[in-house]
């Protein structure tokens, strides 16, 4: 049987010097920003509205990186096949729009990261599930705009992660092929989007890291469990050996 792109074989990248490598791609939340307490928020806000308690923000962060899925299914217990889902999704997104930038910040760490790799020419993107309404103006906002050599979102294309393209469709946007790329990312969807992609993965454990499967089952190449981690995981990609 024909495979998809979804089911395409990874390269055998473990054990790859990471010099190897021309460019890095990372997810947003939750890899590269500290999103949660916003989206918590927004969330909270719903609740509040119906008379509710705020559900405990310990139980909403690791589900940030799911999007309105993950918490709206862990303030309310519901799901897309709900009925009720598709309104409470836009309410969502509109509280979110209108408070996307009150306690994000980039993760500790993260800065150094980015910093270095500018200062080395590396060029670096993002690839998120967050739509182009939300995410373009919140990069802004953290003034990546100007850094990011491509942001690609959850609407760019007509799939979302765990699918391959929009990685495909990043590593087009830097004029690199897939397999020279690296993807960071804290969640398993990430994994599997890379590997579908041909590119290397790193697990960002520092992450939210919202899955059942700790970081570690992931089959990523790479594991970062910090922010220093991962600038000593990429300190040489570019590097030609």
């Known amino acids: 049987m024909t495979q998809t792109p979804l089911e395409s074989t990874p390269a055998p990248h473990h054990g790859a010097a990471l010099g190897a490598f021309d460019a890095v791609l990372f997810d947003f939340d939750g890899t590269l920003a500290d999103t949660a307490p916003d989206l918590a928020a927004a969330v909270n806000q719903m609740r ?28 309310f217990g519901i799901g897309p096949d709900d009925r009720e889902f598709a309104a409470m999704r836009e309410e ?82 830097l004029g690199v092929a897939a397999e020279c790329a690296i993807y960071v990312g804290d969640d398993l969807r990430d994994v599997q989007a890379g590997q579908a992609a041909g590119m290397a993965t790193i697990a960002a454990a520092y992450g939210y890291c919202g899955n059942v499967e700790p970081p570690s089952q992931w089959n990523a190449d790479y594991v970062a469990d910090t922010a220093a981690t991962l600038f000593s995981l990429l300190q040489h990609v570019g590097q030609r050996t």
């Open 92 to 173: 969502f997104l509109a509280n979110y729009a209108a408070n996307l930038r009150v306690e994000t910040v980039l993760f500790p760490g993260i800065d150094a990261v980015l910093d270095d790799l500018d200062a080395r020419g590396v060029r670096w993107g993002i690839v998120t599930n967050k739509v182009a309404r939300l995410t373009d103006p919140l990069v802004k906002l953290m003034h990546l705009d100007t850094r990011a050599a491509c942001v690609v979102s959850g609407d760019t294309t007509p799939y979302s992660k765990p699918h391959p393209a929009p990685l495909l469709h990043a590593a087009q946007a």
């Open 48 to 75: 509040h509205a119906r008379g509710l308690m705020p559900a405990p923000y310990e139980k909403l962060r690791p589900l940030a990186s799911a999007g309105a899925r993950g918490l709206i299914g862990g303030a």
